[in-house]
């Protein structure tokens, strides 16, 4: 038998990352155990993008290629949840309609022309941030990579 926070943490994995763990409860206790373990899935994320910015770092590139990199790893590696989640939003509250309306746009699979120069605009500010404090250090850069992941999932 598995032990209940293991659960949780499967969950958790399984459901913000792309990482290939075998999630075996789907309850509420396990969801909830999943929520708590949340901040740790961005620790893994944070590290990971920590890496991939300091290998082009290190071999010469500058601090912008970097920060590109830190930003594009937990995309790729959360399959786009939270920017999606933004898009959705951005649409919904530019629409101008009403609320009921409002809620049907973000539930709507496509992206509309605000949810896009909201992408646009959050990934440029991401990556601008980025960009400045690995050109202040790579130790400054790679730490507010791991904390900014950190901080998305709390």
């Given at each position: 038998?598995?032990?209940?926070?293991?659960?949780?943490?499967?969950?958790?994995?399984?459901?913000?990352?792309?990482?290939?763990?075998?999630?075996?409860?789907?309850?509420?206790?396990?969801?909830?155990?999943?929520?708590?373990?949340?901040?740790?899935?961005g620790?893994?994320?944070?590290?990971?993008?920590?890496?991939?910015?300091?290998?082009?770092?290190?071999?010469?590139?500058?601090?912008?290629?970097?920060?590109?990199?830190?930003?594009?790893?937990?995309?790729?590696?959360?399959?786009?949840?939270?920017?999606d989640?933004?898009?959705?939003?951005?649409?919904?509250?530019?629409?101008?309609?009403?609320a009921?309306?409002?809620?049907?746009?973000?539930?709507q699979?496509?992206?509309?022309?605000?949810?896009?120069?909201?992408?646009?605009?959050?990934?440029?500010?991401?990556?601008?941030?980025?960009?400045?404090?690995?050109?202040?250090?790579?130790?400054?850069?790679?730490?507010?990579?791991?904390?900014?992941?950190?901080?998305?999932?709390?």
């Amino acid at each position: 038998m598995t032990p209940p926070s293991l659960h949780g943490l499967r969950f958790a994995f399984g459901t913000l990352s792309v990482l290939p763990v075998r999630v075996s409860r789907w309850d509420r206790a396990a969801a909830r155990g999943g929520m708590l373990c949340a901040p740790l899935v961005g620790v893994v994320l944070g590290c990971g993008a920590a890496l991939v910015a300091l290998v082009p770092l290190f071999l010469g590139a500058g601090p912008l290629l970097a920060a590109v990199a830190a930003v594009a790893v937990p995309a790729v590696l959360t399959r786009g949840l939270h920017l999606d989640g933004i898009a959705d939003t951005a649409d919904g509250l530019g629409s101008g309609k009403p609320a009921e309306d409002a809620l049907r746009i973000m539930k709507q699979s496509d992206i509309g022309p605000f949810g896009v120069i909201t992408l646009v605009f959050v990934l440029l500010a991401q990556v601008a941030a980025l960009s400045r404090l690995f050109g202040d250090s790579w130790a400054r850069g790679a730490l507010a990579a791991v904390v900014s992941a950190v901080a998305a999932r709390l």
